[in-house]
């Protein structure tokens, strides 16, 4: 993802300007971080009744679950992370709490792929990849299979699929017309905002998230603004009264 905004702040400064900052401080003005995603994130899953779904795609450590459960005891609440040296520190997170964790990826179809274990920054690679190392074929789903079978109704969804949202996106299209949820979904690069505007139903409006004032602004399209703000909110029409009118720009 060539066009992929950087930090302003070389690595060498951050690890000084880390040494000497408070952390509230380097985490505001140097650091990144998803407090506006997390606050918009708790105030929707707050809204979930009793018998609808909360999915978070992309779990890793299962922040996005567990901050659901924090705020809503009813709602059925699904991690799914397809990293196999994750998975059992996501369960271990998750035990006691009601959260399943479904141990796959999730794509545009059900099958196979190339899976790069690389922590936080684990993705879906192309089988002729020429890296070796940390290589896994794993099992990937559609939302729209999956959620069949489960009878799972979801109301929101989270995805940071490290640029494979557009394809997950792609395997729901029965769950977005359907079901109607709001997503939140990382956006790596202005190519991926593309992408994910079109696959999108167009009964979806784009809201971009701004992480250290915790607002969101409605957009005519989807980018990734800065190197900083990276979430986007997707809502669909109508559903807007259900946002915290105190975030709307």
């Not at 890793?60 to 998975?87: C, D, H, M, T, W």
């Not at 997170?93 to 999730?106: D, F, N, P, S, Y």
């Not at 929101?156 to 394809?167: L, N, Q, R, T, V």
Request: hydrophobic letters at 40%; aromatic letters at 8%; proline letters at 4%.
């Amino acid at each position: 993802m060539s066009d992929k905004p950087h930090s302003p702040y070389p690595y060498l400064l951050r690890v000084i300007l880390r040494k000497i900052f408070p952390d509230s401080l380097y985490r505001q003005y140097i650091g990144r971080h998803e407090d506006g995603s997390l606050h918009l994130w708790q105030h929707l899953a707050l809204k979930v009744t009793y018998g609808k779904a909360i999915l978070d795609i992309g779990a890793y450590r299962g922040v996005y679950a567990l901050a659901a459960r924090k705020v809503n005891q009813e709602a059925l609440i699904f991690a799914f992370e397809p990293n196999p040296f994750s998975v059992q520190e996501l369960k271990n997170a998750c035990l006691g709490k009601r959260i399943e964790v479904i141990a796959t990826a999730v794509g545009e179809r059900n099958g196979t792929v190339t899976f790069l274990c690389s922590g936080a920054g684990s993705r879906i690679i192309k089988p002729n990849n020429t890296q070796s190392e940390n290589i896994s074929i794993i099992q990937t789903i559609s939302l729209d299979n999956w959620c069949e079978k489960r009878s799972v109704i979801p109301s929101i969804i989270k995805i940071d699929a490290e640029g494979a949202e557009a394809s997950i996106l792609l395997g729901a299209k029965l769950v977005l017309t359907n079901y109607l949820p709001i997503i939140l979904c990382e956006v790596l690069s202005d190519s991926a905002g593309s992408e994910v505007m079109a696959v999108l139903p167009s009964m979806y409006m784009f809201y971009s998230i701004d992480e250290n004032s915790k607002s969101i602004s409605k957009k005519a399209k989807i980018s990734r603004l800065n190197w900083r703000n990276k979430n986007w909110l997707l809502v669909p029409k109508g559903q807007e009264t259900t946002l915290d009118q105190s975030t709307l720009r």
